[in-house]
Each structure stands twice: as structure tokens, then as C-alpha cells.
T-cell receptor, first 115, second 115 residues
């Protein structure tokens, strides 16, 4: 069974500073990997996804993530955060098997931006 | 851009009552899902649905829960006899196919409060 660990519950970053949110996964093969963002009271919006190929993927809002098979990681990065990036960020893993279509989410990282 | 819609946005019910949460997935999608998020916790998979039957379900999805696609557009989650611990945000999602190869699009959620 797949699982996701997001070791940082809460991160505070100054506006304009760089950001890295950590995500480690457990899955028997190469998984599908996703980052979703959830603003307060809102649903989940997909930031980016990794299926195969280039291990550095670009997403919306200036985010990127790098898949590192050797570390079972898929960390999310942004070179310069904006106050509007304050939200909850969820890493998720999807299986490649028919009959196992669910996404398994991590516990999330809450991002606070300070001026 | 097509989106998943959910109604109602907020439902308050008394313990023991039946509730039906409604979702309209994206029209050409074939896989449908329900997830829930208890306040402050991670998003958890409940059930996936394909070709008019349950494809996969979690341990949470017990006999009190059922899903249905009553017509060509709606996808519903019924909780027969609600408990206090059913209070959560319920998200509907849909995807073009299963296997995680195509991203799941999430609706804005229905907040269920059981009193």
C-alpha cells in the first residue's frame, strides 16, 4: 500500500523568500505524484504532477517539484513566495494499478507568509 | 474550464439522520471518487466508482455509506444514519480514467456537521 509523509506540519516564510516543502512517499514502483493546494474554506487545486520523464516538473503559480527516486521524495519549491501562497499544501501519491485508483494524501503542511 | 460541482456547500444534520451529498463530475470523466477531511486532518479516500459500480473502497466506507449515479450527470454519497464522527468536509472528485494516470479534479466540498 502506498503512503505519504510530510514531515513539516507548519512552515513560516517571509514574503519574497524561497520555499521548499518536503514530501516522502512509499510505493512499490514508480508512483504518480501530485501536489495540491487548499486555501482556507476551499477545495483542492492541483499545483503540479509527475507521471514519468523529466524529474523536474513545473506547475502553476511558479511552483516546481523534483522527483528523486533514490530518496523517495517529491519536494515542492518556489523561488520567491507571495502572500497569496499562504495555504495548506498536500502531497499525494497515486498507484499505477487498475483497481487501485485512489490518491493517498499526506497530512499536509500549513504555510504562513510573514511580511 | 470544466469543474466538479457539489451541493450543498454546508449541511447540518442531527445524529441518526440520513444525508445525501451531491456532486456533478466533469462530463466526459469516467471515474468518480469521494474523499473526506475531518477538521485539521488529512484528506482520506472513501470510495471510487466506475462503470456504475464501486471500484475500490476504504475501511471507512462501511455499510452506513453508499454511492450512486442516479442519472448521467449526478454522483451521490448517502450516509444512512449519521454519527457525530461523520462531521467532516466531503470532497467529490472525477478523473478521465483510473490508475492515477490522469489527475483527479476536486469539487469545492460539502461541509457536513452532525449535531
Amino acid at each position: 500500500a502506498q503512503s505519504v509523509t510530510q514531515p513539516d506540519i507548519h512552515i513560516t516564510v517571509s514574503e519574497g523568500a524561497s520555499l521548499e516543502l518536503r514530501c516522502n512517499y512509499s510505493y512499490g514502483a514508480t508512483p504518480y505524484l501530485f501536489w495540491y493546494v487548499q486555501s482556507p474554506g476551499q477545495g483542492l487545486q492541483l499545483l503540479l504532477k509527475y507521471f514519468s520523464g523529466d524529474t523536474l516538473v513545473q506547475g502553476i503559480k511558479g511552483f516546481e517539484a523534483e522527483f528523486k527516486r533514490s530518496q523517495s521524495s517529491f519536494n515542492l519549491r518556489k523561488p520567491s513566495v507571495h502572500w497569496s501562497d499562504a495555504a495548506e499544501y498536500f502531497c499525494a501519491v497515486g498507484a499505477r494499478d487498475f483497481g487501485n485508483e485512489k490518491l493517498t494524501f499526506g497530512t499536509g503542511t500549513r504555510l504562513t507568509i510573514i511580511p | 474550464e470544466p469543474e466538479v460541482t457539489q451541493t450543498p456547500s454546508h449541511q447540518v444534520t442531527q445524529m441518526g439522520q440520513e444525508v445525501i451529498l451531491r456532486c456533478v463530475p466533469i462530463s466526459n470523466h469516467l471515474y468518480f471518487y469521494w474523499y473526506r477531511q475531518i477538521l485539521g486532518q488529512k484528506v482520506e479516500f472513501l470510495v471510487s466508482f466506475y462503470n456504475n459500480e464501486i471500484s475500490e473502497k476504504s475501511e471507512i466506507f462501511d455499510d452506513q455509506f453508499s454511492v450512486e449515479r442516479p442519472d448521467g450527470s449526478n454522483f451521490t454519497l448517502k450516509i444512512r444514519s449519521t454519527k457525530l464522527e461523520d462531521s467532516a468536509m466531503y470532497f467529490c472528485a472525477s478523473s478521465l480514467t483510473g490508475t492515477g494516470r490522469y489527475e483527479q479534479y476536486f469539487g469545492p466540498g460539502t461541509r457536513l456537521t452532525v449535531t
